[in-house]
């Protein structure tokens, strides 16, 4: 019954095409709101409740747990340098960031326990539809970006890096990295008791890769080049990879 309940907020994709170099995507229509669009004041506990509790399903209807080897995170970081390595109109300081954020995962992760489940890749509040009544997600959308095998806790660091931004009066990235490195929640969803290390590691996978996302849109990489540099610096001296405890 879980899965289908999941199955039902997945939509079926429709058809798929090229245009200037921009894949695009075409999905079965599922009913509800973005949820970004419903006032957040009486159901905002709700939709964030929610949208956790799916992402709480997916990982339980996909997940594998074991010992993780290095060919096996080579594999699963190997999206990221392609798309590292393809974008030439990244900041040296940027991408130097990124290339030390993806070997650090490289070597804390390999043999490594882990539970590694399917991802959306852009998990956030623009693609979560929800009841503008009850505040239940009815879907979620735009899985261009998905995974069918990922590390865990990416989706749910985007999400929460999302959320603080919007709220934020600023909408600084380094601010709400900061705030949800902080988050003993979301620590938790980085794969649950391990060393710091580890839990590190993953945190900065997952902030690269809300950066990285941004690399097939080079306008709105520019757009966030000063906040992506900010950020990634301060990255860099967050636990064990960095100075900062």
């Known amino acids: 019954a879980g899965r289908e309940s999941l ?3 997945i939509p079926e994709p429709a058809f798929s095409d090229r245009h200037q170099g921009v894949l695009i995507l075409g999905e079965s229509h599922l009913p509800g709101r973005p949820a970004w669009q419903v006032p957040s004041r009486a159901l905002g506990d709700t939709i964030y409740r929610n949208a956790v509790a799916f992402l709480d399903a997916l990982r339980d209807a996909t997940g594998r747990s074991g010992t993780v080897g290095p060919g096996a995170v080579s594999e699963l970081l190997h999206q990221d ?6 974008a030439t109109f990244v900041s040296r300081a ?4 990124i290339e030390a954020e993806l070997e650090n995962a490289a070597r804390v992760l390999a043999g490594q326990d882990l539970t590694i489940h399917a991802s959306h890749g852009d998990f956030g509040y623009g693609n979560i539809l929800v009841d503008e009544k009850s505040g239940e997600v009815t879907g979620v959308i735009d899985w261009d970006t998905a995974r069918i095998a990922d590390f865990p806790g990416i989706d749910r660091v985007n999400l929460e890096i999302q959320l603080r931004r919007s709220t934020s009066a600023t909408g600084s990235l ?6 949800v490195w902080s988050s003993g929640s979301t620590r ?3 794969g649950g008791p391990g060393t710091e290390s580890r839990i590190r590691a993953l ?3 997952a902030v690269c890769r809300y950066v990285l996302r941004s690399f ?3 306008a709105l990489y520019r757009e966030e080049e000063e906040q992506f540099e900010r950020a990634l610096a301060s990255l860099g001296r967050i636990g064990p990879c960095g100075s900062e405890s």
């Open 81 to 86: 340098w392609v798309r590292l390595r393809g």
């Open 7 to 9: 199955l039902r907020r």
């Open 188 to 190: 938790a969803a980085l």
């Open 174 to 179: 380094s601010d709400a990295m900061h705030a």
């Open 216 to 218: 097939s849109y080079p």
């Open 203 to 205: 945190f900065g996978l």
């Open 94 to 97: 940027i991408g130097g960031r």
